[in-house]
T-cell receptor
Framework: DTAVSQTPKYLVTQMGNDKSIKCEQN?????MYWYKQDSKKFLKIMFS???????INETVPNRFSPKSPDKAHLNLHINSLELGDSAVYFC?????????????FGPGTRLTVL | AQKITQTQPGMFVQEKEAVTLDCTYD???????LFWYKQPSSGEMIFLIY??????QNATEGRYSLNFQKARKSANLVISASQLGDSAMYFC??????????????FGKGITLSVRP
């Protein structure tokens, strides 16, 4: 059973397009996250949600809009894609959001903007 | 200032030997957690080990152990009996108290480990 899944795994698109990445977790976790890993492999948090409520929004352009229809799903919609948005996007989840709670990552979505 | 520092260049180790991957951190919080993740060439992020700031014992998980030195603010990962499948990028991360019931994970830049047969 896949714990944290993301679709699609690869996404190639033109500048200016709008695209979405979907994430689902079947671990019963309360908190979900989006991270961006750039071309130098640096990982940075973008958003976190706790029970469908936005908790963390880390100075991400407002072209990025997360949506959590329920606590098992956290989708990422990106408007007007730019070349600099090319990266690997990881979804993660944890039981709560405390310092002790391990985050489990999805397989990542490699976004390429042409 | 960087919160998590991983400064080693690419590391090499002979199969079956032990290797230590360094990590230092910076925080003024008393309560925090330290994590190590492995990212193989296939790209997924695999959780390896966790150490809490109040844990008195060093964490161990199979061949992985964490050498936690709180006063020095270091949390080095030790991999014993290296295997070819250990070749990957390794990330150290810290989780601090952020707000309410949530906290964020801050990652270091990662260290590439290559295991030689």
């Amino acid at each position: 059973d896949t714990a944290v899944s993301q679709t699609p795994k690869y996404l190639v698109t033109q500048m200016g397009n709008d695209k979405s990445i979907k994430c689902e977790q079947n671990l019963g976790h309360d908190t979900m996250y989006w991270y961006k890993q750039d071309s130098k492999k640096f990982l940075k948090i973008m958003f976190s949600y706790n029970n469908k409520e936005l908790i963390i929004n880390e100075t991400v352009p407002n072209r990025f809009s997360p949506k959590s229809p329920d606590k098992a799903h956290l989708n990422l919609h990106i408007n007007s894609l730019e070349l600099g948005d090319s990266a690997v996007y990881f979804c993660a989840s944890s039981p709560l959001g405390t310092t002790r709670d391990t985050q489990y990552f999805g397989p990542g979505t490699r976004l390429t903007v042409l | 200032a960087q919160k998590i520092t991983q400064t080693q260049p690419g590391m090499f180790v002979q199969e079956k030997e032990a290797v230590t991957l360094d990590c230092t951190y910076d925080t003024s919080d008393q309560s925090y957690g330290l994590f190590w993740y492995k990212q193989p060439s296939s790209g997924e992020m695999i959780f390896l080990i966790y150490q809490g700031s109040y844990d008195e014992q060093n964490a161990t998980e199979g061949r992985y152990s964490l050498n936690f030195q709180k006063a020095r603010k270091s949390a080095n990962l030790v991999i014993s009996a290296s295997q070819l499948g250990d070749s990957a990028m390794y990330f150290c991360a810290m989780r601090e108290y952020y707000t309410g019931a949530n906290s964020k994970l801050t990652f270091g830049k990662g260290i590439t480990l290559s295991v030689r047969p």
